[in-house]
Structures are given as C-alpha cells and as structure tokens.
C-alpha cells in the first residue's frame, strides 16, 4: 500500500516539477523577451507621442493666429455697409406731429412735444373745441418770449388772428382755426434747446395754453 502510494506520488511530483520546469522556461522566456519588446515598443510609442503633441501644438497656434485677422474682416464689412441710407431716408420725408385742444379746453392737448433738430415737420393742429377759435405759435425762447409775443399778439387784433410779426416765432398757423377745424403748420425743428409753444387768442395763454417743446 505504501509503496504504491509513493510511486504514484512520486509520479505526481515528477509531472508536477515538470510542469513546473515547463512554466518557468516560458517565463523566463517571456521575461527575457520583455526586455526586447520594452526596448522596440516604448522608444516608438513614445516618438509618436512627440509627434503627436507636436502636431498638434502647431495646428492650435495657427488656428489661434488665424482667429484674430478673421475677427476684423466682419467689423470692417458692417462698415462698408449702406445703413446710412436707409437712415437718410426717413429725414427726406416730414415728420408728422399732430397736436390737438384739451377738449373745449383753453388747453393744448399735450404740454409737451420732442423733436429731433432740423427735422421737417408737418404739425397738424386739430381745434377740438365747438366753438371757441384757437391759434398756434411756435416761438424762440422760453415763458418770456412767450409772454411778449402774447401781449403782441393781443395788440395786433383780431383781424390778425392776434399773430403778432415777430421775428421770434418759428412756426405758426396763419391765422386763427376756428373751432372743429385744422390746420397743417410745415416747418424745420430748430436747433437743440427748449421753446415754447402757445394760443394768443385773448386770454388763453394766461389760462394755460401753452406747451414746451424739446428739440434733441
Ligand atoms: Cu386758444
């Protein structure tokens, strides 16, 4: 029993050590290759790394130099764009303002107006109230020209349409606009400044009808 025992354990141990023997030359094998292929494969892996990063260094600065002389191109064409004509285009035509009465009001429907100057204009003066006649003066200055220019007005009479002839009024309706009726007043916005805007019909600029013109 014992001695077939330890001839089959002999046996197994002769196999297992070849085994063995066998594994540990294709290791050694193997290790000994490994040098070989660390020596071929990492210079040439790591050539083509260089290569690479270099490749690609390059590409990234000439397309980085390339971005800033694309960038002026569109800047210099919206430039040679014609958008001042259609800009132009709208000064040629008249702008047109249309001012009214507070109802039967001895008052102007709107106490201020702005305009751009020397645009043309074409004011249109709607007299709301029934009855009542009212005119419009545009003159060249504040409340004060505003007062003289009234006072003129009163002086001048009704025949005039109490329109004084002053040289300080810009624009004006030719006479008195009878109630219900209108009239269109053409004229060029003066030069940046305030002015004043007023009806000299008797009485009516007192009661406050007037306005204040902003021209930008
Ligand atoms: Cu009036």
Known sequence: MNAHFREMNTQRLDQLAHTARAVGARMLAALA????????????????????????????????TPAPTAAPAPTTAPASTPTPAPTAAPAIRAQPVSLGTNGGEWQFDQATLELAAGEDIVLTFNNGA????HNWLLVSGGDDVATEVN?????SG???GYIPDDTRIIARTAGLVKGGQSESVTFTAPAAGTYVYLCTFPGHFELGMKGVLTVK
């Open 33 to 64: 290759l490994l040098p070989l292929l660390a020596a071929c494969l990492p210079p040439g892996a790591a050539a083509q790394t260089v290569v690479k990063a270099v490749a690609r260094a390059k590409p990234i600065s000439e397309t980085a």
């Open 130 to 133: 029934k009855t009542t006649a």
């Open 151 to 155: 006072a003129a007005g009163m002086a």
């Open 158 to 160: 009704e025949g005039a």
